[in-house]
């Protein structure tokens, strides 16, 4: 008879330590995808132009009820399209970053299985490696890239289970050269797996 209820019992258990792990505060995640990025510069007789790039990297998020917080540390590279006379057609720029944002969110929905997001906050990028050489034609003060820079994003998003979508803008603070006075613009779509 004792056995009759033991196994509903432990089902039940497992059932509710299941559905607790699932609503743990804390989230770990891996993820990835494409950015159409563009580098403007103030230099006449030359127009730019959004190229595609990539980014992969992991997450954390820590819920706060209908508020969250995001870290990413992400691998980053970004291209740039280039016309101008100066050097007979398109030219493209690829430089290579890693990038750390640290975002705010605020949950529109915010159900079991489903969230709708909007977010915003910071972006911090220390670039790796860069080739800029065709600036080096326009001026040769452009070979220097700032390794250090500063920006903002903001976007939207959806969870579906432990699977996340987000679509994002992400703008330049500071300036990838000084001499060019040239700031970063990217759009950015990207899937994540949240880990637990």
């Not at 030359?46 to 790039?53: H, L, N, P």
């Not at 944002?101 to 972006?123: C, E, Q, S, T, W």
Request: hydrophobic share 40%.
């Amino acid at each position: 008879m004792k056995k009759q209820f033991l196994l509903p019992l432990i089902a039940f258990t497992m059932m509710a330590i299941s559905a607790n792990a699932q609503k743990s505060p804390f989230h770990i995640g891996l993820k990835g995808g494409a950015n159409f990025s563009k580098l403007s510069i103030s230099s006449s007789g030359i127009s730019s132009k959004y190229a595609t790039g990539f980014s992969a990297g992991a997450f954390t998020r820590i819920d706060i009820s209908k508020v969250y917080v995001q870290g990413e540390l992400l691998f980053t590279k970004k291209s740039s399209k280039y016309e101008s006379n100066l050097f007979g057609g398109d030219k493209k720029v690829n430089w290579s970053s890693v990038d750390v944002p640290v975002l705010v969110g605020y949950k529109l929905l915010n159900a079991n299985l489903l969230n709708v997001r909007i977010f915003g906050g910071g972006v911090y990028s220390y670039t790796i490696s860069d080739k800029a050489s065709l600036f080096k034609q326009v001026d040769n003060s452009f070979s220097k890239f700032d390794k250090s820079n500063i920006g903002y994003q903001v976007g939207a998003g959806i969870d579906v289970g432990k699977l996340t979508f987000d679509l994002r803008y992400e703008g330049g603070l500071s300036s990838v050269s000084k001499q060019f006075k040239s700031r970063p613009t990217s759009f950015q779509a990207s899937v994540g797996f949240m880990i637990f």
